[in-house]
């Protein structure tokens, strides 16, 4: 399986995770913990990297960080 990248980037929703993160004043630490609570096993680095645009994003892990950060997954993918 290829994989590709857009505009060098992994990933669309990174910014957007991030900003919203910063936004409530959450580390990349508690949105690990919050999302493992909520079934998603990520760690703080993955986060990070989501974040950069270094890493891929699951459609169960946007589902999950669109709940915990309390926004729609259309405002996460920028659509």
């Known amino acids: ?16 995770i991030h900003q919203a993160r910063t936004a409530r004043r959450l580390s990349q630490a508690e949105l690990a913990a919050r999302m493992q609570v909520h079934g998603v096993l990520i760690e703080r680095e993955a986060i990070s990297k989501i974040e950069t645009g270094d890493r891929f994003v699951t459609d169960y892990e946007l589902q999950t960080f669109a709940s915990v950060l309390d926004v729609s997954m259309v405002w996460l993918t920028g659509a």
Request: glycine share 12%; no cysteine.
């Open 1 to 16: 399986m290829k994989i590709y990248d857009f505009d060098g980037k992994k990933n669309i929703s990174g910014e957007r």
